[in-house]
């Protein structure tokens, strides 16, 4: 008989896992908590026709996603399309793209401006990153670009991010994300281009389903949370769910965020520890459908002391969605710490504070533009890397035989991507498979 593998969480990782398993000849059970698989890149129905929960772009650099993405055969719906970034700062929006922009960028000195467009060229061809692991992105961006424009471009994205952790966040992790960032610039002159999908995530989650159910030695459990993993002499031996069912398994990998993985496992000791050690934040995110565009951006930065969000991501603006009522959809990230008090908020409260700001930002915007609005909420969506995160990324291989364990955490420096869970996933089954 084959070896049965159950993965916990039919987000991208475990859906790529699950198909690499698959391929090896394994059989594979993934049990999923929600009604849906997709995770972190799930969809809603709107008006018949997914959307994205949380807005997903992807950059040239994401290798092993386009790779995937081909592999699938989904070629054809990736499309690539130049789109807009603009920064509101002092009540005024600047288009934030070329360096033309960047020398009309009067928040900041002159000198900075161009010390600004030098680090992020020298990001871009940059390749060793274990150097600023041991450094703090903030005295980093300082240092390299000046006060003023730390204060205008990094810091809102640091600060209201990564709140009490935004002084201790690692370089690496900054300079990674100005690295995958910049390395979509086809042209010097021109916007950058970013990639997406037909339909967001959704198309990608279909196809691999699609090819998964093609195989008798697949199946998924949906809307059943696994509440522990039983493990007998070192050794793992199954799952108990929620309804007190077991599935009994010769591996086990758990796809959830660490600090859901801790509760599913008693003592992992030393391991266990550095696991615990890592802070994440949650995520509310907040779409609204308007009935016309709200700007010409795709992505807006936000840096006003009366606004708390430091972003509108207005995904019309890079995938125009014709098969929706709406004409746009603006995203609005709120992170926050778990012990933020806003996390108890109502949805109202989110509401109140988005629409004030959205009125500040762009003064025409009345709430009578709003067609529709949803609100979502995930709770360790981001692990926070801070300075030496390179000594924690945790491993794979758990000191329990036959369990492993993937999370965000592991694709450090690099910040939470979909490439990355792609490699993730085929790395962890490649792992298994070695073990068996
Ligand atoms: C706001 C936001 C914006 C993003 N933007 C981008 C972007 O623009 N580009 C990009 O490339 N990436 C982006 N990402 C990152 C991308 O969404 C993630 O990297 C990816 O979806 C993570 O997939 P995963 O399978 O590792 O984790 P998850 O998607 O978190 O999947 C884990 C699954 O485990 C399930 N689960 C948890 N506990 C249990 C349990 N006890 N029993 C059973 N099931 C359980 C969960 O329900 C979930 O389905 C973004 C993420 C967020 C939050």
Redesign the pocket.
Known sequence: MPKKIII???????LTAALRLIEQGYRVTI????HEV????GSVILDGTPVER?????CRE?RDLIKFISELDLADKLNWREASTSLFINRKIYPFNTPLDLLKFDPTPFSQRLRFGIHIARSQFRKSWLGLDKIAAKPWLIGRVGMSAYMAIWDPLLRIKFGEFHEQISAAWIWHRIHRVSLSRARLFGLNSYGFLEQGCHTLMKRMLEKLSGSEKFSLILNK??SKILIEHGKTQAVLLENRETIQADSIIS???IP?FLK?VDSLGVYGASLASIKYLN?A?AIFELDRPFSNNFWLNVNDPHVSFNGIVETTNLNPRRDLKAKSLIYI?YYMSPDDPRWGWMDEAFFNDYIGALKLINPKFSENWIIGSHFFR?VN??AVCLVGFSEVIPAMRTPVHGLYM?D?AQYYPED??????VR?GASVAKLLTRDM
């Open positions: 916990i969480g039919a987000g991208l990782t475990g049990v999923e908590a929600s997709g995770g972190l890149a949380y807005y997903h772009f992807i994401d949370r696994v796809t959830c965020a859901s599913l995520i995110c990230p995930d969506a981001q993937t965000s939470r991507t979909l490439s990355a869970s993730l």
